[in-house]
Each structure stands twice: as C-alpha cells, then as structure tokens.
C-alpha cells in the first residue's frame, strides 16, 4: 500500500489556517453543550509522529482556556487517534510525553499509553481483560547488583535482588490496580492472566528451564566466544516479575478497590510438550526449543537489542533454543499462569 505522507511545512500552514475554525468550534460545542463534565475527541487521520498531536493539543488548551475563562469545571478529555492500519502508532505513542507537555490540561487529558498510568474517564469502563502484560515491569527495579551474570532472579541471587524485584511490581501493580479503579464503573469486571510462580519456602528459587535462566546461560555462551563482552552482560535486567499467588492476593486486598471473584493457575509450558516418547527424540527436542526461542525472542528482542545490538540476536536465541532443548525434560517446573477476576468495589 502506497502512504501519502502531508510535509511538514505544508501541515504547519494548513494548521495555522484551520486554527480559527478549529477554536469557533471547540467553544461552540462546549457551550451548546453547557460544559459537559466528559468530552471524547477523535482525530481520524492522525498520521505519526509528533505532529500527531499538534491539532489535537489546539483542541484541548482552547477547552481548558475556555473554561478558566468562564469559570468552569475543566472536563475530562478522552482523546482518541485513529489512521489506516499501517500507520506507525508504535512512533506516534512514544510523543505522548511530548503530547502532555503542551496541553495545559494537566491531569485530565487521557492519550491510550502505559497502563501504569490513567488512559481512560472515570467510571468509562465496564470491563477489563490484560493477558500476559502485567508481569512487565514499568521499570527494572533499583538497587540490583551490577557485576551478576544473570538477567533475572536465581538461587545464587542475594535477597536484596528478590527484595527489589518485589517492592518495584508492589509498586507497579498497586498503581495498575489504583488507576483501573478510578475507570471502572461499580460491579464493572477485571480478568487478568499473567506469569507467576509455585509457592515455595525460598523466593530466589526458579527452576533449571526458567526461561530467562536459560537466556542468562546463553549470553554468558555468546560471552565465552568473544562475542558479547562480560561487562555488557553484568548491568542488564530484566524488567520482569513473576509473583506467586499469595503475593498477588495480599496486593489486591491491600489495595482494596477490588474483591476476587476468581483466583486460577495454569501450567505454563511454552513448547506445549505434550509428546508420547518419540518426545525424546532429539528432533523432537529441537522443535520444542526453536518453539520456545522464538516466543522468547517476541517478547524480549527489543530489550536485548537496546542494549547488546541487533548484530548477536540470531546467534544468541540459537543458543538459547539449543539450551532449551536439553531442558524438555524438566518436571520441577515452578512457572505458572495466574489468571485472577475482580470485581470493582
């Protein structure tokens, strides 16, 4: 598909000439509207980058001026962004930050970005689902040592690795929680699925085939050869956190805007092995591991590239399938799928 990209000078000067109709008609809507304590704005054809928001910004400040104006409450702005499926959205959401410096609608104007933060109007919604999204971490946590050779927790970590880990997705999925439940209409619901751990007497313990054990095992490979310097590895994190079912339970109650209505755990098992036993053959072993490579390599490659470069990702992930493979017959599994409900309270 051909995409017709507008210049930037030519938007600039078609933006300065629609700004007066613009303004007439955000104040005529407020106004026939008598100051609406909600207003969803869409611009379709929003195209990417940072000019995206420039007209949208215009929309929102002749609202918030208006209002000052004629001492009104400032409304809450759903603003929604819509172009043809090729758009580069992935370019458009990184300037939201952009986007919030210029619009004098502090704290009320909602752009869908990072759900640790407020993305919709209060009491909008009624129902939630997140799959496999909030064992991400909005951040890797602080205070992690700086010279281990392992991207995540493992049995030779030193409490204050597990303690860090912790208090950052405490932090995370409290305010995950906090946000939703100021967007959630009462008795609306949340179903959320995400990686978590066995309960088990030692919180540093994963298993042998955890996958980032596994990834560790791989880099410190690529590290062996020349490849990848030791120094490289040592400050990279993972921004993960697989809780178990009680630490979960304890957040939401602690909380305290939601009520559990259901609380499931799932194997979790990437490479589905559920072969008879041909499963040992090793061709059979090397599927399972080039399966779980690359759903490894789907959800961690940005990361990885970041920081160790595009140049080492084939090799690395190859290795890591090899690792996998040798794994596949690990039954000491602590890696599970939480999948909790809630209903807002």
Known sequence: MEITV???ILFFRV???????????????????????????????????QNTFLTMSEIVNTITVLCQQCNQKLPEIDCCLNDLPCNDFNTTFKFIAFFNKIVKSKGLCFVSGSFYSRLFPSKSLHFVHSSYSLHWLSKVPKGLEKDTSCVYITA????????????????????FLKMRSEEMVWNGRMVLTFIGRET?????????????TL???????????GLVSA???????????????????????????????????HGFDLHQSNYDEDYKLHSQKSKAGEKEAKCIRAVSESLLVAHFGVDVMDTLFNKFAYHVSQHTSCTNKTTVSLVVSLIRK
Not at 215 to 225: A, H, I, M, Q
Not at 232 to 254: C, H, L, Q
């Open 231 to 265: 120094s490289k590895v040592g400050p990279f994190n993972m921004p993960f956190y697989d809780p178990s079912k009680e630490e979960a339970i304890e957040m939401i109650r602690k909380e305290g805007s939601f009520e559990i209505n259901d609380l499931e755990i």
């Open 6 to 8: 507008t210049p930037p």
């Open 200 to 212: 088990i007497d030692d919180p540093l313990h994963r298993d042998c085939c955890h996958f980032w």
């Open 215 to 225: 990834l560790s095992t791989s880099l410190r490979d690529l590290v062996s050869e």
């Open 156 to 175: 030779s970590s030193p409490p204050s690795t597990y303690k860090a880990y912790l208090t950052q997705f405490q932090s995370d999925f409290t305010t």
């Open 15 to 49: 933006i300065r000439k629609v700004k007066p109709v613009l303004v007439k008609n955000t104040q005529g809507m407020m106004k026939n509207l008598n100051f609406p304590n909600y207003i969803k704005v869409a611009d379709l054809g929003c195209a990417t980058g």
